[in-house]
């Protein structure tokens, strides 16, 4: 069968892969991480090498590897799954790949957003919890400020320890007032 892709290319992106990432090209283990690595080794043969499924299938038979042509069809349609869903992934991904990065940003920023909402409502919603009301102020100051209202509290912690602690004596006197004022 004649070949019609670049079978040194393929070799050199796969040895490079190899090194990165330090994945067994021949595992056939089921893991999440072997699946996804294995998904992203015949992404970069498709993107990079432009090889289809049939080619990747042959180039891993000749290689002595038995890979279906439906196994690496479906393997590539879970690219999108492992790049939102594994951090390692997205991690390799973005060395080979720029297309996702803005979006994973985003993303990232929404999650972000979604866990702190969450974090308040358990906060309020929960019967024995009770919210720490400087805790949530302190969130919610803007960056710049925070090292001017860190001074701020910080001098007022300080001042505890100087101020008085209310502790003040009664002293009766048995005369009384009258008889030791200045204007008799």
Known sequence: MKEDYCTKSADKLLNKFKELTRFNITSTSRTPENSFLRALS?????????????????????????????????????????????????DIYDIYFEDKAEESKVNSEKRAKKLKAIENKVVRSSPKAIPDLLKTLVDGIPDERRQEVYEMLNLRVKSWEWKSKNEYEIIEGDNGVGNNTWNQ
Do not use: C, P
């Not at 891993?60 to 594994?86: C, P, T, V």
């Open 42 to 90: 015949y992404k970069i043969l498709v993107d990079l090498n432009y090889m289809n499924d049939r080619q990747i299938s042959e180039y891993f038979e000749s290689k002595g590897i038995k890979r279906q042509r439906s196994s690496i069809y479906h393997a590539l349609s879970k690219i999108d799954s492992y790049y939102l869903n594994y951090s390692d992934f997205r």
